[in-house]
Structure formats: structure tokens, C-alpha cells
């Protein structure tokens, strides 16, 4: 087999075995009918709360706001019965600075806050953690969390 098909063949192996790597870059805007699969608010509405999960098929799932999408992640059975936390690839959050997509797995949230998303009360993400702190302050939060500290729990408590 000649070199250059070898480098062919493993390239097109490459391409259809490895997923690509959606945490890398912004996530595609909500499209003006695509609704929470949580609360069934409009997501477009709301483009500086926008988040969502993708999927290793490529599938993914926006959201209003990061409380419902931690809801939805946090119990993918009742939402999404045929997907399990193995098969999300990336976790995307909105700083709330900059309203840059930042990978919510990193993100800091700020919860207790006078500020309110959406659905009221919410997880108000940052990329940095000064700036969480910073905000903290200003605007009278109780604590800074990361996504390992959020369970369904801790959501409920924000209701």
C-alpha cells in the first residue's frame, strides 16, 4: 500500500472513531424556537444566560440558565432517558463579566446573589475566581461553588 494512502485511510480512521472536541470554542446559538428542556422557557430569549450540554453523538441540550441545566444534568433519566453523564462531552456556561462561553466544569458560580436569571435564583458563572469573588461582594452572595459541590440538593435549595 502506497504512503499516501496509508496517511488517507488513517486520517478518514481518525475522523470517524474520535469525537470531536466540543468543549473547544463557543457553543452555536440557541435557535429562536429551541425551548428549555427543563422549564420550557424559550432559550433565545435569554442570550446572556444561554447554556448547554453536548452530547458525544453531537446532540445537544440548551438551557435558560445554568440552575436548569444542572437540574437536567443532575437526573438525565427523568429528562433524557436514553443519555448518561458518559455521554456528555462538554458542559457550556456563560460568564456572566464577559458573556463569554466558558466550559462549566472550570466555572465558579456565585450563589445567594441579588442578582436573578431566568428562573430567579441562580448559579451566576465565572471563569475566574476573583471576579467571583468580586461579585460576591458587590452583590451580596453567599458563597462561591464548583460543579462537583452541586447536587440536586443544593439546587432544590434554591428554589
Not at 496517511?7 to 474520535?18: G, H, I, S, T, W
Not at 422557557?41 to 453523538?57: E, G, H, L, S, T
Not at 435558560?64 to 456528555?88: C, E, H, I, M, W
Not at 471576579?131 to 459541590?149: K, P
Request: net charge positive; aromatic share 12%.
Amino acid at each position: 500500500m502506497s504512503t499516501m494512502l496509508c496517511r488517507a485511510l488513517f486520517v478518514l480512521l481518525f475522523v470517524v472513531a474520535v469525537p470531536p472536541a466540543f468543549s473547544a470554542g463557543p457553543a452555536p446559538a440557541p435557535s429562536e424556537r429551541e425551548k428549555c428542556p427543563v422549564c420550557g422557557m424559550f432559550v433565545a430569549k435569554y442570550p446572556d444566560w444561554a447554556a448547554a450540554i453536548q452530547f458525544n453523538d453531537g446532540t445537544r441540550a440548551a438551557f435558560d440558565g445554568p440552575k436548569d441545566l444542572f437540574t437536567y444534568f443532575l437526573n438525565l433519566k427523568r429528562f433524557n432517558p436514553g443519555k448518561s453523564r458518559d455521554a456528555v462531552t462538554a458542559i457550556r456556561v456563560k460568564d456572566y463579566y464577559s458573556l463569554a462561553t466558558i466550559d462549566g466544569h472550570t466555572a465558579y458560580y456565585v450563589v445567594g446573589s441579588d442578582v436573578y436569571g431566568p428562573m430567579g435564583k441562580e448559579l451566576v458563572p465565572f471563569a475566574k475566581l476573583s471576579d467571583a469573588r468580586g461579585f460576591m461582594v458587590d452583590h451580596r452572595g453567599t458563597r462561591v461553588v464548583r460543579l462537583s459541590e452541586i447536587t440536586p440538593a443544593f439546587l432544590k435549595s434554591l428554589e
